[in-house]
């Protein structure tokens, strides 16, 4: 079933669906979300067995703000800061989790919770549920993340029970993964909010997370967001046939002899580049080429976001 955000009784139904223990299919500011409750044994293992992800990799529990947080995961200082300045918002935080309420099965085991307030239609629906929701990419495991209602229908079909479409995500990528350490903050997930964000609200220094971090992180296989066609990075020169994405104004050799060219931003906006990304890229593979060619993105601010999306994207699969 799809239903309008905008909908009268959209979050009644939202709600409702989700008490039954049932998947919705969620519109955030980031991507669409595939959520059920975080209390709930029976949800976790529908969303798992929705999107065949393997139960090692973690889920992102959502709340409404830093109050419904607290009820759930140990708060420091500093990430207490962090919730205050950045939610709601694309910041998902690592943070120890209390016994009790969200179920183990989410976080894989780990006595470590990734915690994030979404904006907009999920946040209210959270709001009204007054329980916390698992709500990872709302797409099947390792394939192309959703940023609009289509996506979600084309992939999971009936394997939800509702979808709620509210239309184009408006950031397009997924969260930023973080957590707060002595030595600084360690980005363990590139996202929507930027290192430069970041370190200009905290004044803090941001810093590369070490192997042992980024493991705690959900959305960090080495094979993630991809097509059925293989992807070629950073291309100057397009093989024909293949399909090209684009980044900017300025042509790339051989693009008159490819497939289709869809350009990820004309301007060369990276903010608008994050917005496209994942529906281009849904657009590409639809082609039904075998090769999709990538132009150089600028390895700087929303860059390192797209960037580590197309290098999952890119990888050898399994």
Known sequence: MII??????????????????????????TVYGLAGLSTSPEAIARIYAAKGRPSSNPLISHVTDLAMAQE???FDPVSRKLAEIFWPGPLTLI??????????????????????????????????????VAAPSAN?????????????????GDRVSLIVDGGPTRLGVESTVLRAGEAGLAILRQG??????????????????????VRLSPGTLSSHYAPKAMLRLNVRKV????????????????MGAAAAVFNLSHAGDLAEAARNLFDLM????????????????????LGLAISDRLRRAAAPRG
């Open 4 to 29: 309008d955000s905008s909908s009268e009784d959209a979050v009644s139904l939202a709600v409702a669906t989700l008490k039954r223990h049932e998947l919705v299919a969620l519109p955030t500011e």
């Open 72 to 74: 759930y995961a140990d």
């Open 95 to 132: 943070l120890p989790l209390r016994q009790g309420g969200i179920d183990r099965s989410s976080t894989a085991g780990q006595e470590l919770a990734a915690l994030r307030a979404p904006a907009g239609f999920a946040h209210e629906v959270i709001a009204e549920l007054g329980l916390p």
């Open 140 to 156: 099947t495991s390792g394939r192309i993340s959703p940023t609009t209602a289509r996506h979600v229908a084309e992939d999971l």
């Open 192 to 213: 929507a909010l930027t290192a430069e964000d970041i370190a200009a609200a905290t004044d803090m220094p941001v810093i590369e997370a070490n192997s042992d971090d």
């Open 239 to 254: 093989e024909p046939g293949e399909v090209l994405l684009a980044f900017g104004p300025e042509p790339i050799t051989g």
């Open 282 to 301: 849904h657009r590409a593979d639809k082609t039904g080429a075998d090769r999709i060619a990538v132009a150089p993105i600028p390895q700087q601010g």
